[in-house]
């Protein structure tokens, strides 16, 4: 098992500042909660660093859309995120980076990728995805595809 009591309580931190930042409780109140969900939950949450490179080998690559990501793994599978934050993000060249608390899934085997049609430039060449849940090692998954609008794009590990 890759997560330990340290990373547990860095997790409950993390997301205590982030619930209390957007919905206003206080830290101390929404630890408390926090800390009681992710006791009963054990130990299935974990922390996944996700880096996303847009390909740069063509015209046009970089995205405006949406984009949501879905993790597999030997154990099952998180829910659907959509990668997002401030910035433009997803541009020809670029690498995004994201930090995803999910569902522990063992030992990654594939990784969904999906895009919707939002904004003027929405095509989409996606170069790679890495995936490391915190503590263990680094995966790869080779897409250099343009992704089809509304439907789910996989690249399998290795
Ligand atoms: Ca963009």
New binding site residues.
């Given amino acids: 098992m890759i997560v330990g009591p340290g990373f547990r309580l860095w997790a409950i931190t993390l997301t205590a500042l982030y619930l209390s930042h957007s919905i206003g409780y206080k830290p101390s109140r929404v630890r408390e909660y926090m800390l009681e969900k992710i006791i009963k939950r054990s130990s299935k949450t974990v922390l996944y660093r996700v880096s996303v490179t847009t390909a740069d080998d063509e015209i046009g690559t ?3 859309a949406d984009v949501f990501l879905q993790i597999f793994g030997e154990k099952g599978n998180t829910s659907v995120v959509e990668l997002t934050k401030s910035g ?4 020809s060249g670029q690498k995004d980076e994201f930090t995803l608390v999910e569902n522990f899934v063992g030992t990654l085997t594939k990784v969904g990728i999906k895009r919707n049609e939002k ?1 003027l ?1 929405d095509a989409w060449k996606l170069a790679m995805i890495t995936v490391q849940p915190v503590g263990s090692l680094v995966y790869k998954f080779q897409f250099n595809q343009w992704i089809r609008p509304n439907e789910w794009t996989y690249s399998y590990e290795g």
């Avoid at 433009?88 to 541009?91: P, Y």
């Fill in positions: 970089g995205t405006d433009n993000l997803f541009e904004g430039f």
